[in-house]
């Protein structure tokens, strides 16, 4: 019964912005640490960036702090993705996972369909 749904991806030029966006259901949403990960073409997946279930902790992949920055509502269901100076090297399909706790980013037992978000000039 759970399921997520990201939305938001899309088309970016180098340096530009995008906030994606995971629509959860199927359970109890503010109990659980939720994450995105990525997969760019040829690779595999990449864990991004997680948050714990009240919002109080986030995380980053090293290479990505600074630039992205993970939010969520719980009233709302919905975790976010705000991406600012995109890169070329971030174009992949993005996906919403969630944790197994409240505190435990990593690992994920449930993820999304995913949305691609492609940057180029």
């Known amino acids: 019964q759970v399921q997520l749904v990201e939305s938001g991806g899309g088309l970016a030029q180098p340096g530009g912005s995008l906030k994606l966006s995971c629509a959860a259901s199927?359970?109890?949403?503010?109990?659980?640490?939720m994450s995105w990960a990525r997969q760019a073409p040829g690779k595999g997946l990449e864990w991004v960036s997680g948050i714990y279930s009240d919002g109080s902790d986030t995380y980053y992949a090293d290479s990505l702090k600074g630039r992205f920055t993970i939010s969520r509502d719980n009233a709302k269901n919905r975790v976010y993705l705000q991406m600012i100076s995109l890169k070329p090297e971030d174009t992949a399909v993005y996906y919403c996972?969630?944790?197994?706790?409240?505190?435990?980013?990593?690992?994920?037992?449930?993820w999304g369909q995913g949305t691609q978000v492609t940057v180029s000039s």
């Open positions: 996972a969630k944790g197994v706790t409240g505190w435990g980013i990593r690992p994920y037992d449930y």
């Open positions: 199927g359970f109890t949403f503010g109990s659980y640490a």
